[in-house]
């Protein structure tokens, strides 16, 4: 029991004097291994103990112990910096972190120049001189001396000894083509740019552009400029012919006529020796939409031809002629005609309704209305009926329709059934038939229908009250 316990005291003590001794790996199942030591180099060392210090590695060096048999980096020991990049380091036996030797003086063309101390300006580049100094034992640029810049390009920088920014030369005087002209001399004027001549001067010793002469612009697109020696602004040429195809034409006369463009015909005359669009000739319209238009050499305008005829799955059909029936809606069947030229929608006949909902549609090819086919299917007079019934009201003179009651004498509207309405009287507690309502079928077949409670004909939301002149629509006659 006293063994262990010097033995934990004496360890405590060594970590004071090694001084932060990080401790690692130490949770119960790593716990210290007593008398377990380590063999290095042939050298042995006890459990816990230093062992060596491993290489400067750029920032430290590595600490080994022995921990549990086995030498293991145990810590590391970080190393200051080198002050500056040309510092030397310098390594002690026994220790781990160098020294360094940091010459701060300078060498520059074999003499040597103290920290701070100015060393030379560099070559001006155009804008100002670099001067550089000594800095911590490195020759660097330390600060820069502006430079009067170039009063013009003519200028010449003369370079004195001992001065970095040039003085500079500038004559007054310009050369252009081996003739010499004193400052402020016209030199030469540029060439038209198509408003203007440009004019330049010799101004400080160089040939820069002063001001513009304006020119006359061109009358209109087929003037032609004539240079005339020695003037910058060109002389226009203005005939006032035209010529198109290889025909010469007269200022203001008819040149041709453009093609019909659906509307009219432009003109064209020569104007002022442009050919240019001067009038348009308006054009008689198609008289109907499929009239096709011929047009006549010489003539712009075309004429058409309207022939009533129409073309029809190869057969040709007459203006009026019946072409063929649209297929059944429900109601009615559509019928289309020969019209002007055009297929058109004509008119629609009505077909009788089915006998009961449960019936068949039969198309016959060449027959309008289908045929029913109702089967052996057995009609109940009552539900197939829209037909008004006895009331079972005490009064035995009244009628019953639709969940209303009607008194003697009443007329009963009966339902739309797609060509009309029965009419009906109630007389002696029976319904009496007085006469069918046809009502009108609509001019689209594609048209909503919408019923007004107490009328029998529907109103057609596409229906034309302008359109009086088709004819009525006949009926189809039924087929069973």
């Known amino acids: 029991m006293m063994n262990t316990l010097n033995f934990i005291t004496a360890f405590v003590i060594s970590i004071i004097f090694v001084g932060n001794v990080e401790i690692v790996n130490c949770s119960p199942k790593d716990s210290v291994v007593p008398n377990t030591g380590c063999y290095h180099q042939g050298t042995y060392y006890n459990n816990q103990k230093y062992v060596y210090t491993g290489p400067f590695n750029g920032n430290g060096c590595t600490l080994y112990y022995c921990i549990n048999g086995k030498v293991v980096p145990y810590k590391s020991i970080p190393c200051d910096p080198p002050p500056n990049a040309y510092c030397e380091p310098i390594f002690h036996k026994g220790e781990c972190c160098p020294t360094y030797d940091c010459p701060r003086d300078c060498i520059y063309d074999g003499v040597a120049y103290a920290n701070g101390v100015y060393i030379y300006t560099g070559p001006f580049n155009g804008k100002y001189c670099p001067v550089y100094f000594c800095i911590d034992g490195e020759i660097k640029h330390s600060k820069s001396i502006p430079c009067d810049p170039k009063p013009h390009p003519n200028c010449v920088g003369i370079h004195i000894e001992g001065e970095c920014c040039p003085k500079w030369d500038c004559p007054s005087d310009c050369v252009y083509d081996d003739v010499t002209y004193a400052n402020g001399d016209y030199v030469y004027t540029g060439p038209f740019n198509g408003k203007y001549c440009p004019v330049y001067y010799c101004i400080d010793g160089e040939i820069v552009y002063s001001k513009s002469i304006p020119c006359d612009p061109k009358p209109h697109p ?24 290889g025909v010469t034409y007269a200022d203001e006369d008819y040149v041709y006529t453009g093609p019909f463009n659906g509307k009219y015909c432009p003109v064209y005359h020569c104007v002022d020796g442009e050919i240019i669009h001067y009038k348009s000739i308006p054009c008689e319209p198609a ?23 129409c073309v029809y799955n190869g057969v040709t059909y007459s203006d009026g002629d019946y072409v063929y029936t649209g297929p059944f809606n429900g109601i009615t069947c559509p019928i289309y005609y020969c019209i002007k030229g055009a297929i058109t929608y004509y008119q629609s006949t009505y077909c009788p309704p089915p006998p009961h909902p449960q019936c068949i549609a039969i198309m016959i090819k060449g027959q309008c209305c289908p045929k029913w086919d109702c089967g052996k299917l057995i009609i109940d007079e009552k539900d197939s009926s829209d037909e008004p019934e006895r009331s079972n009201e005490p009064d035995e003179k009244k009628c019953r329709y639709n969940n209303k009651v009607y008194n003697e004498g009443d007329t009963i509207l009966g339902p739309f059934d797609g060509r009309g309405c029965t009419m009906y009287e109630c007389h002696d507690g029976k319904p009496i038939t007085l006469d069918f309502e046809i009502c009108e079928p609509p001019s689209n077949p594609d048209s909503k229908a919408t019923f007004t409670e107490g009328e029998c004909c529907p109103k057609y939301d596409s229906d034309d009250p302008d359109d009086g002149n088709k004819p009525k629509i006949e009926k189809c006659v039924p087929v069973y």
């Open 222 to 245: 087929n003037c032609v400029g004539i240079h005339i020696e020695g003037e910058c602004c060109p002389k226009w040429d203005c005939t006032s012919d035209c010529v198109y195809n």
């Open 287 to 309: 008289p109907y939409k499929d009239c096709v238009g011929i047009h006549i050499e010489g003539e712009c305008c075309p004429k058409w031809d309207c022939s009533g005829d």
